[in-house]
């Protein structure tokens, strides 16, 4: 059954670091998102991507977030400089469609600890 | 804003008991994906609700839309270990719907 694959599962990084949150989302698909969930808090959207270009970002999604696909198959999330509250887990998802049907498949999720 | 209510926040049940969760809103739904998660892993799709008043079942789950389209139920029949987990509720928000918005999510455990 086709999956969003994301990698690494778990990342760790010093603060003001740079990092690349990596996903290969459903092939089929044309909507791509990142979403995070700080620990023990809700599933927040962080910004949707769709024709090679931010659809709708979230507040949280402020300059120190950026997003790409680089390729016909990847999609990333690129924090510039990580802050301390930046640790969550970070899902990549994709779906077909957008409106009242959509349904929207998730990825694993990379942990990252920002120390 | 807490656009998706869910209670009971946690359930502890034994094995074989039936449980239902509810998901509610102030606000009216074009559809409510639900949800589950378990910890360290991302919420796996169980279903769509659309029309109000739809009812879908998947094995010994049934998911209700309410008839206003504000509110959702998930019922467990016969609960099992393996049902444990996070449910969670999400709508199309935003945009073209472009983008879901969660619920905190009804903590299920199951007791063998």
């Known amino acids: 059954e086709p999956e969003v694959t994301q990698t690494p599962s778990h990342q760790v990084t010093q603060m003001g670091q740079e990092v690349i949150l990596r996903c290969v989302p459903i092939s089929n698909h044309l909507y791509f998102y990142w979403y995070r969930q700080i620990l023990g808090q809700k599933v927040e959207f962080l910004v949707s991507?769709?024709?090679?270009?931010?659809?709708?970002k979230s507040e949280i999604f402020d300059d120190q977030f950026s997003v790409e696909r680089p390729d016909g198959s990847n999609f990333t999330l690129k924090i510039r400089s990580t802050k301390l509250e930046d640790s969550a887990m970070y899902f990549c998802?994709?779906?077909?469609?957008?409106?009242?049907?959509?349904?929207?498949?998730f990825g694993q999720g990379t942990r990252l600890t920002v120390v | 804003t807490q656009l998706l209510e869910q209670s009971p926040q946690f359930l502890s049940i034994q094995e074989g008991e039936n449980l239902t969760v509810y998901c509610n809103s102030s606000?009216?739904?074009?559809?409510l994906q639900w949800y589950r998660q378990e910890p360290g892993e991302g919420p796996v799709l169980l279903v769509t609700?659309?029309?109000?008043?739809e009812v879908k079942k998947l094995k010994r789950l049934t998911f209700q839309f309410g008839d206003a389209r504000k509110d959702s139920s998930l019922h467990i029949t016969a609960a099992q270990p393996g049902d444990t987990g996070l449910y969670l509720c999400a709508r199309p928000r935003g945009y073209g719907n472009n983008r879901l918005a969660f619920g905190k999510g009804n903590q299920v455990v199951v007791i063998p």
């Open positions: 998802a994709s779906s077909t469609l957008t409106g009242a049907k959509v349904e929207t498949f």
């Open positions: 606000s009216v739904f074009s559809s």
């Open positions: 991507f769709y024709n090679n270009e931010i659809s709708e």
């Open positions: 609700v659309v029309t109000g008043g």
